[in-house]
């Protein structure tokens, strides 16, 4: 079966990990921060907080922002649950901005029309997370121009971008952001089997995630409340969780990160391939600005018009022959528990038209060229 999807593992990361397992810490010692700094370089940003989950990530990130009760975050309803359930969980309202369905991220002119209307209802949002879905940026200067116009801060959910670049620089370096979080889920570019990475240039920001992602406990003088005890003296100054990067997902990270270029590299040469392919066909890729170097954590294409019963027969068909493709994403709002908190079918028709075409297909470094021929061979005669 060739799945969408999956992790590249090298005798060089399995013995970075049992190297860990000798070792004496499998948890807060040094690999965390060596794995931080070097993420940092890799994206010239300033900071790299680690934690056990993209998940997490977003969830400090927006704490350290300040999102709370009473206050709006908004999203692109194509993407997995966690960017928006991350202002759930702090006790905001979540919403979204509908896509640009070329790119399938976030429509800057859907979104300049939605900070006109908000501003009118005095509903703007504190927070905006755009998406790079697939692994291509969104268009961030529009975006950050935008923010910055109605005072809004911006976390960049970078799940699927980390390699990418956009205007030239490496996406992360937070040019057009207060923070951008990166997954390093063995489904992703590169892999920590589970964690996450944020990214900041703010040294205020990087401490209160620090802090945040341990209990909300600090062992430095200069952040405690009154002088230390002793050498054994911690504050807990903040509610905070145990949301740490262990030593051994630190050192597999650390070990991966070394092989992304070529990932990335060798995951745009099969896109390449795949768009030469179906360029014959009548189906879409996403796409590719100018200026953007993606990822390509996923390859989406899309039918030329929404289409559920061809989609559907498409994707199960294409199981039938062992190819497991997948659609990204389930619009999140027609999800239940969104449906729950009142957002209905409608509300974001390119999502929901983008929904029934989309589809990727498999692409990882260890795809074979015999496998992706047959992928392509199938797609054909199936269309
Ligand atoms: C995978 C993913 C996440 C969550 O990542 P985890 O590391 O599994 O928590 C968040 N946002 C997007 C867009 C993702 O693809």
Redesign the pocket.
Known sequence: MIPYGKQHISQHDIDAVVDVLKSDRLTQGPKVPEFEQAIAQYCQAKFGVAVN???SA?HIACLALGVGQGDIVWTSPI??V??ANCALYCGASIDFVDIDTDTGNISTLALAEKLKQAQINNALPKVLIP?HLAGQSCDMQAISELAQQYNIKIIE?A??AIGASYQHTPVGNCQFSEITVF???PV?IITSA???MATTNSPILAQKMQQLRSHGITAEQEHMTEVSHGPWYYQQIALGFNYRMTELQAALGLSQLSALDSFVEKRNQLAAFYDEAFTKLELSPLVQMPHSYSAYHLYIIKLPKPDKQKHKALVEQLREKNIFAQIHYIPVHMQPYYQQLGFNLGDFPNAESYYQQALSLPLYPDLTQEEQEYVISTVQSLI
């Open positions: 989950s993209a998940t977003l993407t997995f966690a960017s998406v959910d799940s699927h997954s390093f889920h992703k589970e964690g996450g």
